[in-house]
């Protein structure tokens, strides 16, 4: 187990990643998780319930739901999922697909505040940080 953690780590660019992801106004926490597994990468600043572990889980269990439900299938060739957006009471959770040529299985967790954050600004910035992390 710990040596994949450490390999995983390795990803050029994730710590950069994340510290981009916190400079976003009204970032609370921001992780990248492996939505295969559930396996958080890297995590910085907070999580739900103080628990990286199992936000990075229930990261994985939305991810996978929405790819596998044929609701949110397009008729259009080619059209992948992008990104989800969960808003609650407090905040929004933005998870980004990182969309690669190989094996996509990361995705970029956002938790937003929602006094102190825009949504758009965070969207956009995300799609950035997604692109960066594997052009890295």
Do not use: K
Request: glycine fraction near 8%; include cysteine.
């Amino acid at each position: 187990g710990g040596g994949i953690a450490r390999l995983r780590r390795d990803v050029p660019g994730v710590e950069r990643c994340l510290q981009e992801a916190m400079a976003i106004p009204g970032a609370v926490g921001a992780s990248i998780v492996d939505y295969t597994t559930g396996f958080p990468v890297a995590t910085s600043g907070a999580a739900p319930n103080e628990d990286h572990e199992a936000a990075a889980a229930g990261t994985a269990d939305v991810v996978q739901a929405a790819q596998s439900r044929s609701l949110f299938v397009s008729a259009v060739p080619h059209d992948l999922l992008e990104d989800l957006i969960i808003t609650t009471a407090g905040g929004y959770h933005l998870l980004r697909l990182v969309q690669t040529d190989f094996d996509s299985r990361l995705v970029l967790y956002l938790w937003l505040d929602r006094v102190h954050g825009n949504l758009a600004v965070a969207r956009r910035r995300m799609q950035t940080l997604a692109d960066e992390l594997i052009s890295t």
